[in-house]
């Protein structure tokens, strides 16, 4: 099993009145499988980081500085069957963080962001990210056989 997640700055284009600035957000987890039988694991995972964002949008005037307290950042992380029946199932997704929380990013305003130790949780008994019954499935880390 081999998993991996990308945070990638999206700068957007000052010339222009849209604000397309961005932060891509890949996730994949390959070879993914159920304990009980080894086969391919059908359900959703939910990968999940704290963001601490420090910005100059704070303030009545949005001209201040601040920092945000914790947030939480997840996202659903769908898994397809693989056809080879010695690997398990792949399970990825390629979002942004503007998808997830609309306006998180603003053009031409710089900010901090402080993150926690990617995780990543199953789907629990009913392959569903969005309940409550999940488990930890993954964290972040280097593993050296």
Do not use: H
Request: proline share 6%.
């Amino acid at each position: 099993m081999v998993g991996s997640s990308r945070f990638k700055v999206l700068l957007g284009n000052p010339g222009t009145p849209a604000d397309e600035a961005d932060v891509a957000i890949d996730v994949s987890v390959t070879d993914v499988r159920l304990r009980s039988n080894l086969a391919d694991y059908t359900g959703e995972l939910q990968g999940s980081v704290t963001l601490r964002i420090t910005d100059p949008l704070s303030g009545p005037a949005q001209n201040e500085v601040g920092t945000l307290g914790d947030l939480p950042l997840d996202v659903t992380i769908p898994c397809t069957v693989t056809a080879a029946a010695d690997v398990g199932s792949t399970c990825s997704i390629s979002t942004s963080a503007d998808a997830l929380l609309p306006g998180m990013v603003s053009e031409s305003k710089r900010s901090i962001w402080q993150m926690t130790d990617v995780r990543v949780f199953d789907g629990g008994p009913d392959g569903q990210a969005s309940t409550q019954d999940n488990t930890l499935f993954l964290t972040q880390g280097v593993f050296v056989p």
